[in-house]
């Protein structure tokens, strides 16, 4: 990496970001699916900063049991605090950690970004809420008894009816979809809300993502075999179903379904349609109706023909400049480069390249309240 290290300082010249580091994570043997969505979370700022914050306020860390939190945040930190501006880091404590704690990433067969996404956010925030749980166990000797103004927090019945713990996970990748559906019959809209830290799109030949989230929010009625029971009327129902953004997230991640199962052949397909993902992204399908503006900064892309072999790597914008990271490998690529890795407009293509997972982060969100 030696030779690419100093080619990428020499692209970059005196445009090298102050601070900034940019390091590959060396394959372990099939792992490109962990480092390609490590280095998208790397260069997710908030979460980054938060990530390093928590490790910095984190007493005695090193006497902490070891967790995959701990080993995330030991590895980012690790990268920041390098004196170098480029190089490779082996991120060998987590994947060690990551496959002891979940028999899934064990093998050496390839492995679904996606799922492992999945399983670390959600790790994470079973981590952040046991070590809450903790802290409130306790003895509270010092704790003020001004900080329960709002009644006294222990009221609950044993605990049952706590209130859910809202992490630094959740404040960045966390939103809230509600599903509607109305009664045809007696018109009665009923709603209810699941949180979310990703949306899995279902994809067609030649659309893209505005379209895709256009479908995922489409009515569809229930009739027939699948008519609901509405409380009001007491008896099954015709009825339209439609599920809306009732709460954006900051950081909106897109999965593209890009495997699925056909049915003839017994086995997962790769889509390798056209799905054209926009550097900057409009969010319209809220249910305050209200146009969220999200800007594109890391993408997970596939790079192979089937679900259960290929390769995994990441692009990603980092002070304005785009960069390739493939596992050792880091390269600055220009912007226009981004849209090669939209998909293929033709069934059979000789590009197997296709952005997989997308990662926004909303522009002033909290600016866009008229």
């Given at each position: 990496?030696?030779?690419?290290?100093?080619?990428?300082?020499?692209?970059?010249?005196?445009?090298?970001?102050?601070?900034?580091?940019?390091?590959?994570?060396?394959?372990?043997?099939?792992?490109?699916?962990?480092?390609?969505?490590?280095?998208?979370?790397?260069?997710?700022?908030?979460?980054?900063?938060?990530?390093?914050?928590?490790?910095?306020?984190?007493?005695?860390?090193?006497?902490?049991?070891?967790?995959?939190?701990?080993?995330?945040?030991?590895?980012?930190?690790?990268?920041?605090?390098?004196?170098?501006?480029?190089?490779?880091?082996?991120?060998?404590?987590?994947?060690?950690?990551?496959?002891?704690?979940?028999?899934?990433?064990?093998?050496?067969?390839?492995?679904?970004?996606?799922?492992?996404?999945?399983?670390?956010?959600?790790?994470?925030?079973?981590?952040?809420?046991?070590?809450?749980?903790?802290?409130?166990?306790?003895?509270?000797?010092?704790?003020?008894?001004?900080?329960?103004?709002?009644?006294?927090?222990?009221?609950?019945?044993?605990?049952?009816?706590?209130?859910?713990?809202?992490?630094?996970?959740?404040?960045?990748?966390?939103?809230?979809?509600?599903?509607?559906?109305?009664?045809?019959?007696?018109?009665?809209?009923?709603?209810?809300?699941?949180?979310?830290?990703?949306?899995?799109?279902?994809?067609?030949?030649?659309?893209?993502?505005?379209?895709?989230?256009?479908?995922?929010?489409?009515?569809?009625?229930?009739?027939?075999?699948?008519?609901?029971?509405?409380?009001?009327?007491?008896?099954?129902?015709?009825?339209?179903?439609?599920?809306?953004?009732?709460?954006?997230?900051?950081?909106?991640?897109?999965?593209?379904k890009r495997f699925k199962y056909i049915?003839?052949?017994?086995?997962?397909?790769?889509?390798?349609?056209?799905?054209?993902?926009?550097?900057?992204?409009?969010?319209?399908?809220?249910?305050?109706?209200?146009?969220?503006?999200?800007?594109?900064?890391?993408v997970v892309v596939h790079v192979g023909?089937?679900?259960?072999?290929?390769?995994?790597?990441?692009?990603?914008?980092?002070?304005?400049?785009?960069?390739?990271?493939?596992?050792?490998?880091?390269?600055?690529?220009?912007?226009?480069?981004?849209?090669?890795?939209?998909?293929?407009?033709?069934?059979?293509?000789?590009?197997?390249?296709?952005?997989?997972?997308?990662?926004?982060?909303?522009?002033?969100?909290?600016?866009?309240?008229?």
């Amino acid at each position: 990496m030696g030779a690419a290290g100093s080619k990428l300082e020499k692209a970059l010249g005196d445009q090298f970001p102050e601070g900034e580091r940019y390091f590959g994570l060396e394959n372990f043997g099939n792992t490109c699916y962990c480092n390609s969505v490590l280095q998208a979370l790397y260069f997710c700022a908030p979460f980054r900063e938060q990530l390093l914050e928590f490790y910095a306020n984190s007493k005695n860390i090193g006497d902490a049991e070891e967790n995959l939190l701990t080993c995330l945040a030991d590895l980012f930190t690790q990268i920041s605090s390098q004196k170098k501006k480029t190089g490779v880091i082996a991120p060998k404590r987590f994947v060690q950690r990551l496959k002891k704690q979940n028999e899934l990433f064990r093998s050496y067969m390839h492995q679904d970004a996606h799922e492992f996404l999945n399983f670390l956010l959600n790790e994470l925030v079973d981590i952040l809420e046991k070590e809450a749980q903790a802290v409130k166990s306790e003895p509270e000797t010092s704790s003020p008894p001004e900080k329960t103004a709002n009644g006294p927090k222990h009221a609950q019945a044993n605990g049952v009816s706590k209130e859910p713990l809202v992490t630094w996970v959740h404040k960045n990748f966390q939103g809230i979809l509600t599903n509607e559906t109305r009664c045809l019959q007696c018109e009665t809209v009923t709603a209810r809300d699941e949180t979310f830290f990703d949306l899995s799109l279902d994809i067609e030949q030649n659309s893209s993502i505005t379209s895709c989230l256009k479908n995922f929010s489409s009515t569809e009625t229930l009739n027939a075999e699948d008519k609901f029971f509405c409380d009001k009327c007491c008896s099954l129902q015709e009825a339209q179903k439609r599920m809306k953004i009732k709460k954006p997230p900051h950081i909106l991640v897109i999965h593209l379904k890009r495997f699925k199962y056909i049915e003839q052949l017994g086995r997962y397909k790769k889509l390798s349609y056209r799905v054209v993902f926009p550097l900057e992204l409009k969010l319209s399908n809220t249910v305050e109706d209200a146009d969220i503006e999200y800007s594109l900064f890391a993408v997970v892309v596939h790079v192979g023909s089937g679900p259960n072999h290929g390769h995994y790597v990441s692009l990603v914008k980092s002070h304005n400049h785009w960069l390739f990271f493939d596992d050792e490998n880091v390269e600055m690529i220009d912007e226009s480069a981004v849209q090669t890795f939209f998909g293929s407009a033709q069934e059979y293509s000789s590009n197997t390249d296709h952005g997989y997972i997308l990662f926004y982060e909303s522009i002033g969100a909290s600016n866009n309240k008229s």
